[in-house]
């Protein structure tokens, strides 16, 4: 995931999506759903920047062809809950490896067994 600030944009004709772009000119789609959950259902409502994690997706369209695309994850109005989202499941697993290590270490584990303790990052 990508982590970008998006500093205009405007929902399609159709209400579904939504095109954001960041200051560098990116297009990202953001579906209506993702920026409804946050408060924004119309134009009108959109507050510059709306920070996003973003990932470039595949897509086929209506004639079977294929194309990619930047599309939103997840969409904050707050820079910091979005950074605090692109490192939450990094932190969890740096906060289990560090309880795992406490409990082997307080259990007698000698270093070698205490190194094939490992918990995988997503």
Do not use: C
């Not at 408060?39 to 510059?48: E, L, M, Q, V, W």
């Not at 079977?64 to 809950?81: H, I, L, M, P, Q």
């Amino acid at each position: 995931m990508k982590t970008v600030a998006i500093q205009s944009g405007k929902f399609a004709e159709s209400g579904k999506n939504f095109s954001g772009y960041t200051a560098s000119g990116q297009r990202v789609n953001i579906y209506a759903a993702q920026l409804a959950a946050i408060g924004i259902k119309t134009d009108a409502d959109a507050k510059f920047p709306i920070y996003a994690l973003v990932e470039k997706r595949e897509h086929t369209d209506k004639t079977n062809e294929k194309y990619t695309r930047w599309d939103a994850g997840s969409v904050f109005t707050d820079e910091s809950a979005m950074l605090q989202a692109s490192i939450a499941d990094a932190s969890l697993a740096i906060k289990a490896q560090m309880l795992l290590t406490k409990l082997a270490t307080e259990s007698g584990l000698n270093e070698q067994q205490l190194k094939s303790l490992t918990v995988d990052a997503f």
